[in-house]
Nanobody, 121 residues
Framework: QVQLVESGGGLVQAGGSLSVSCAAS????????MGWYRQAPGKQRELVAT???????NYADSVKGRFTISRDNAKNTVALQMKSLKPEDTAVYYC???????????????WGQGTQVTVSS
């Protein structure tokens, strides 16, 4: 059973920094892209950043220059470093990964349980 387990998050003042991380556990064949999404109250879930298996990154315009996504393929982890945080960054942050559970199975998307990030003004 593949699981994505997030850690980090919490409460920080505007202008501060925070990190969230996610580890894939269980049995699987390979991990392709990994990423972070967020969902604020009353809003749809939106992409924050993604990183490919070879390290190519993509960011939402709203976080470019402030957030950095990274991954450790040996540890099956992905992290998001967040700087210059704004109140509008407040949301539940979800880890996502495209994982092939077994060699003979199709890749599918997995989600973590979410971790709260709150930025106070």
């Amino acid at each position: 059973q593949v699981q994505l387990v997030e850690s980090g998050g919490g409460l920080v003042q505007a202008g501060g920094s925070l990190s969230v991380s996610c580890a894939a556990s269980g049995s699987f064949f390979s991990i392709n892209a990994m990423g972070w999404y967020r969902q604020a109250p009353g809003k749809q879930r939106e992409l924050v950043a993604t990183i490919s298996s070879v390290g190519s990154t993509n960011y939402a315009d709203s976080v470019k220059g402030r957030f950095t996504i990274s991954r450790d393929n040996a540890k099956n982890t992905v992290a998001l470093q967040m700087k210059s945080l704004k109140p509008e960054d407040t949301a539940v942050y979800y880890c996502n990964a495209d994982i092939k559970p077994a060699k003979w199975l199709r890749e599918r998307s997995y989600w973590g349980q979410g971790t709260q990030v709150t930025v106070s003004s």
